[in-house]
C-alpha cells in the first residue's frame, strides 16, 4: 500500500477516514474488537439490504478473484451477506461491492 495508490482510491475523501493497515487476520479482529462482521460473498443467501447495519459495523470482502477464504464463510455463516445479481452475473468487482455495500450502511444510518 502506497501513498500514491491510497491517494488516488480516496479522491477527495481520503483526508476523512481513519484507516490503518493489519498484517494478520488476527491483528485486525485484535483491532476491530466487539463490532460487528458483516462477510460479503456470492454464496450467501441474505441480501445486504435485510441487515440493520449499526454504527461501528464493519464490512469484509474477499479478494476480486478469489473471494472469502471457506474457512471464514464456514466460521460465520450467520454473518454472511450477498449482494443480489441476476442469474448472468456471476458477481460484481470488488470495488463496485464495496460502494453498494458502504451506500446501504450510510443510507440506513443517515435516513430520517
Do not use: C, M
Request: glycine residues 8%.
Amino acid at each position: 500500500v502506497d501513498e500514491k495508490s491510497l491517494r488516488r482510491a480516496g479522491l477527495d475523501y481520503w483526508q476523512h477516514l481513519d484507516w490503518e493497515v493489519a498484517d494478520h487476520w488476527d491483528d485486525f479482529l485484535e483491532r476491530v474488537g466487539e463490532t460487528r462482521i458483516w462477510f460479503f460473498s456470492r454464496f450467501a443467501t441474505r441480501s445486504y439490504t435485510d441487515v440493520e447495519y449499526q454504527e461501528g459495523d464493519t464490512l469484509v470482502f474477499g479478494s476480486e478473484t478469489s473471494g472469502l477464504p471457506e474457512k471464514l464463510t464456514e466460521a460465520n455463516s450467520g454473518r454472511l451477506l450477498r449482494i443480489n445479481t441476476t442469474e448472468q452475473i456471476r458477481s460484481l468487482n470488488l470495488a463496485t461491492s464495496a460502494g453498494v455495500a458502504a451506500f446501504e450502511a450510510v443510507r440506513q444510518l443517515t435516513a430520517g
